[in-house]
C-alpha cells in the first residue's frame, strides 16, 4: 500500500491525522511560506498523542532559497537533535548550493538525526542534474526524496517522477509531493511510487482586523488542515490501489 504523508502546522492538523489514519505526518510552521520549522511545543504535542501517526519534523530556520550560512548550518543541527530528541521519526532538511547539494549540511544532519529517517525535500527540483542527485544522497544516508519531478507542481511532471523511481530502484524513498490534489492521487498511485505527501489545506477567514507582520496585507485569514479533503484523498487513495 502506498503511503500517505500529510502536512501539517498545527494541533488541528496533528489530531485529522491522528483520527483519520494517515501514515505520517511532516510537521511544520508557516506552510504558507512553504514551511519552518515548529516550535518545540508543537513537536512535543505530535509525538505525546496516543496513536499519532509518527512525526517528521520541517528543519528549515527561515523562508526563501536553500543556500545557507555556515551559522544556519548550526541552528539546522541543533534543531534536528531537538526534534530526535522530543521522539519525532525524522526530520525533513534540504540545502543547495552553487547547483549541487550541500553535502557537508546534509552529512552533519544524518550524523545529528542519529538513525532517524533523514527527507530530503524539494530543495531537490532546483538541481539540475537529479540523477547524479539521487546517487548523492543515497551515499549520505538520506532515506527519502519529496519532489515533484520537477519546478512546478506533480500535475506537470509525472513522467519525470516515474523515471526518478526507477533511477533510484529502492534506494531512496521516492515521494510525489507539490500540488497534490485529490484529483491526482490515482494517476500517481499508477505510477507505482512508495508515497505522497499532500498539504490538504484550507483558508479560515481571520475573526479580527488587526494588522500584524509585512506581509499581512497579503493574507485573508489562516490556513490549516481541512479534514474534508484529507477524507477525499485518502478514499482516492484507498480505491485506486485495490486490485
Known amino acids: 500500500m502506498i503511503a500517505f504523508e500529510l502536512a501539517v502546522q498545527d494541533a488541528h492538523g496533528i489530531d485529522i491525522a491522528t483520527r483519520l489514519g494517515v501514515d505520517r505526518v511532516e510537521l511544520c510552521s508557516a506552510l504558507a511560506l512553504g514551511g519552518v520549522t515548529p516550535s518545540f511545543g508543537l513537536i512535543e504535542a505530535a509525538v505525546s498523542i496516543p496513536g499519532a501517526p509518527p512525526a517528521h519534523v520541517l528543519v528549515r530556520p527561515r523562508s526563501g532559497d536553500f543556500d545557507y550560512t555556515p551559522a544556519e548550518h548550526a541552528v539546522i543541527v541543533r534543531d534536528v537533535r531537538h526534534a530526535v530528541a522530543s521522539g519525532a521519526a525524522g526530520v525533513v532538511i534540504g540545502g543547495v548550493r552553487d547547483g549541487r547539494i550541500d553535502e557537508p549540511l546534509v552529512q552533519a544532519v544524518v550524523e545529528a538525526a542519529a538513525g532517524a529517517h533523514v527527507t530530503f525535500h524539494r530543495a531537490f527540483d532546483l538541481l539540475p ?30 513522467p519525470a517522477l516515474s523515471h526518478l523511481a526507477a533511477v533510484a530502484a529502492g534506494r531512496v524513498e521516492i515521494m510525489a509531493g507539490g500540488g497534490v490534489t485529490t484529483a491526482l492521487i490515482e494517476p500517481l498511485v499508477r505510477l507505482g511510487l512508495p508515497a505522497i505527501h499532500a498539504s490538504a489545506k484550507h483558508t479560515v477567514p481571520d475573526a479580527a482586523a488587526l494588522t500584524l507582520g509585512t506581509a499581512a496585507q497579503a493574507r485573508t485569514g489562516r490556513e490549516t488542515t481541512d479534514e474534508h479533503e484529507v477524507e477525499r484523498m485518502l478514499a482516492a487513495l484507498h480505491a485506486a490501489a485495490r486490485p
Open 129 to 158: 542534474d537529479p540523477e547524479k542527485a539521487i546517487d548523492t544522497l543515497h551515499a549520505l544516508g538520506v532515506r527519502r526524496v519529496l519532489t515533484a519531478g520537477g519546478p512546478t507542481t506533480v500535475g506537470d511532471t509525472l
